[in-house]
């Protein structure tokens, strides 16, 4: 293994998800480190900072939740992606809210979990820079002048559906919850009705078939994520 790998911290106090994680992310070129516990992953943060971490919920000593908030409040800003057996809708909220990057539930494809981390990664490395082009497929976004383009045909969208364009088009590739685009769009007492029905106006404009969103897509009772950059 190379020193320029890309360092992936494994905090999962299941041994067999380990050695999975540990034999596909090492195949992928990755460098895999292991912590069954929440001190182990503390311990892991402090002696070799990881280029990203994948973060088990259901830890033996301290909530995977508690842990990411504590990273968080120290302010350690390594993508995290949330691996867990959870799949309540409130459980995602609050991980992806704590500073979560992403998250893939248990059980789950190593290959889309690889997708996962080169997203976080790849988005790491644009909040450095803004590009002032954004494109997706057929979907392009001037952030400079903004226009806004679907195959080469502009759409004029309203100020507000263009603004919640932009913010997903910021992070593109993530999901970001309901109240992370309410908070940015509208303020933090607005309701998620505003956002739904905005959503639907806007993929009437930029989707072929609106009812199966190719470019913004739904997590149920979580958020939205538009599709990740070309």
Not at 77 to 82: F, G, L, Q
Not at 141 to 153: A, E, Q, S
Not at 158 to 182: C, M, N, W
């Amino acid at each position: 293994m190379t020193g320029s790998a890309v360092k992936i911290l494994v905090v999962d106090d299941e041994p067999p998800i380990r050695k999975l994680l540990r034999v596909g992310l090492t195949a992928q070129g990755y460098e895999v480190q292991e912590a069954p516990n929440a001190s182990a992953a503390r311990q892991s943060v402090t002696d070799d900072m990881p280029d990203l971490i994948v973060l088990d919920l259901g830890l033996p000593d301290t909530p995977g939740h508690d842990l990411l908030q504590e990273w968080r409040d120290e302010g350690l800003s390594m993508p995290v992606v949330i691996l867990s057996s959870r799949t309540d809708e409130a459980g995602i909220v609050k991980a992806l809210e704590s500073g979560a990057d992403d998250y893939v539930t248990k059980p789950f494809g190593i290959n889309e979990l690889g997708a996962r981390i080169r997203v976080a990664l790849r988005h790491r490395l644009q909040q450095q820079g803004e590009k002032a082009i954004f494109q997706t497929g057929g979907l392009s976004i001037d952030l400079v002048k903004r226009i806004v383009k679907v195959d080469g045909n502009e759409i004029k969208l309203s100020p507000k559906e263009y603004d919640i364009l932009r913010v997903l088009a910021q992070h593109a590739g993530k999901v970001l919850t309901h109240q992370f685009l309410l908070k940015q769009i509208w303020g933090p007492a607005a309701d998620v009705q505003y956002l739904r029905v905005y959503v639907r106006q806007l993929r009437q404009k930029v989707e072929q078939i609106p009812d199966q969103p190719h470019y913004i897509t739904t997590e149920t009772g979580v958020g939205y994520r538009l599709r990740e950059p070309d």
